[in-house]
């Protein structure tokens, strides 16, 4: 049994919350958001003249001048500008021997950054960079406001606030009175621009007017003076092998430039593990390198593992260096002292069950890509060593497109290219009910391939659209037949050209009727002849996935990648029907069929991947693709796909799925079923259905539902329940989830989730 918690934060003001989140385990998702409150008209400042220097540019209803004071005092409808600053006030005094400023009154200020704050009473000095403010509002260029009943502004913009408050919607007060969204109170909070540090006495944290939290105080690095996002997560977690455990980071060194970070993890059945991070960024460079380590009180929780050990421990390293804004240039690396560890104490960087060690150059322009990179995947956890083994070395790769726009309207040219070796250590198969389906072979391969293509759309008269397409292919490729899997190939050396032409015609016919329905009917015909083999790799290392649908009927090549192509000469016929019937009401319909007319059809040749068979493209004429989706009465909305044999008219793979949503409810519900033959090695038809249900019980609250069922093996694949509360500034929700034991990951998983609108995201689940 495990936990996780995961923490995304973001806003200037996000770590200020962070020394409450250990307190705070709910969590939500978005539903319906109050409107946020204007502190001031976004044309409040309209008209107003703006001064760029400190020269002082006035306008009052009144303006009297005290020469022997030297003083000049406006009133009414008051409006101020220098040095870049726009203010307005009910009466200013300004003091032309100090240049102190005295606003009262409906005070107004816009910086030169564009913020606004408004106060009742203010005194300024310093060119406005310093003062003392009455009943303070400030407003973030994001929408958070910050308020205080006393405020002083000291050099380099540090801040002194009394009795402040923090929220990221105004005054957090919904038409009906509620009070909504999160808030940040706090006696006092110092921000300092020197130490880079921001203090809060005494916070506490309100979650829709209601107190969750209070710490005595709190010293956080200021997250406004650096980009150092990941800076202060706390975390909680559990396992039976580790126990509790509760991390808080604290900084050790913190500029903009440069920061190191400790962050001690209290675990209850194994001690303290400590990270360690420092980091450091330029304008073109940014580093990072990050250490773990603990010695285990109980190493034999791990009994039999790879975590029997006391001292196990991890580096991870990153940079990237980025000389333009079209290159950048990269790599990452990985130590550890065991395969597990970085899995036992869920730290680190990690690609699912890998570590990837890898080095990487990105040219990217509007029109040009290049990518270049050597990439190893570490196999993590007790099965690492042989997952890692079936994972192949990648090195290189090299990926390179570039679109040529023609002179005079005449298209455009696409040239493509890509090299990639591997090695791969051993054989990545699996058979199923004695079908084999190879992700791998055994051994050393290189391929390369390059192609262009030339296009071009002519509109020809009635609008019909007609677009001829001619390219060629060209692939090397070689495999040293390392692997003595059945059915492996032999060591060899091929070459082939691939020559390319195609023709896609379509016309789009538009009109609306009598009763004011819009229509819009595309019939579609696409020719498509490619001369070159179908297997260009030896080996299927980047192809496997093949799923037949409407989303690929009009490719040239159907197939994911460059291992495999589509071969012969085939035709494409479909089309799309859409109807607009006002009021939220539409249709929209989309059919095709393809013809395999000449050569092979590469979706129909045996291979050890499988890829393409029981897909309905390995038959001529292929299955029938067809989708509907529409919303024909207000609050429904359906949909269905279906792929169907033309010989006899019997599905092969289908799914409907429709939704109905009132504001009291929504329930939804589907069906899908594929025939056995779709999936090579099944012995029986999938046939499952479920729905969801949700029930608003007021603006903010909801509690929903669901469930999927299995109709085969007559059992539940997955359901699950939740309550959930969202205003669009404070969301989250408490749930519990139950995957079944014919899924590829059976547990069973309560957690919660937090959503503070300009601070982050925060989640929180445990499963047993």
Known sequence: MSVTRICTHKGKFKSALLGLGLLATCAFVPAAMAQQTELLPSNYFAGQALSTT??????AQTLTV??????IIATGDVELSAEGYLIKAQRVVYNRNTREVELVGDVAVRDPDGLVYVADKANLTGDFRQGLLENLIFQDEAGYWL??????????????LNDADITPCGTCIDENGREIGWRIKAVRIVRNTEEKTIYFERPSMVFAGVPIATIPYLTIPDPSLTDYDELLKARLSYSSELGVGIAYPGFILHDPRTNLTLTPTIFTNQGVLGQLDWSRSTRVTSVKVTGYGIYQFNPSAFAGKLGDRNMRGAVQASATYTPTEHLTIGGAYTLFSDRSFLTDYDVGDREGDYA??????????????????????????????SNEAQQALIAPKIEANHVQQLANDWGEVRLSGKLIHLERADDHATIVNGTPHVFGFEGAKSHLTLEAGWSKQWVAPGGLLIAPYLGARADVAQYDGASGYAGAPAADLVYSATPIAALDVSWPLVGTDSSGTKHYFAPRLQLVSRGGPTNTGITNDDAQSFVFDDSNLFSFNRFSGEDRQDSGTRLAIGGQYN???????WVDIVVGQSFQLGGTNAASVANPNQTGIGSGADQSPSY???GIQGAPFDGVTLGAKTLIDPQNGQVARGSIAGKYTTDIFSAGAFYSYAHQNVSPGATQERHEVGGDVRIFIDDYWSVGAYSNYDIADQSFVSYGSDVSYDDGYLGGTIYYNRSSANTLDPKDTIGAKLNLKMIGDYAYDYDF
Not at 54 to 59: A, E, I
Not at 359 to 384: F, I, W
């Open 54 to 59: 400190s020269d002082l540019n006035f306008t």
């Open 66 to 71: 005290l020469q022997e004071q030297n003083l």
């Open 147 to 160: 308020s205080a009943a006393e405020a002083e502004i000291k050099p380099n913009r540090s801040l002194d």
């Open 356 to 385: 990837v060690n890898r080095v990487y150059g990105t040219y990217l322009e509007e029109d040009s890509y290049v990518d270049a990179r050597v990439e190893q995947y570490v196999g993590l956890d007790e099965n690492g060593a």
């Open 579 to 585: 109807a607009d019937f006002g009021n939220g009401r």
């Open 624 to 626: 029938i693709v067809a």
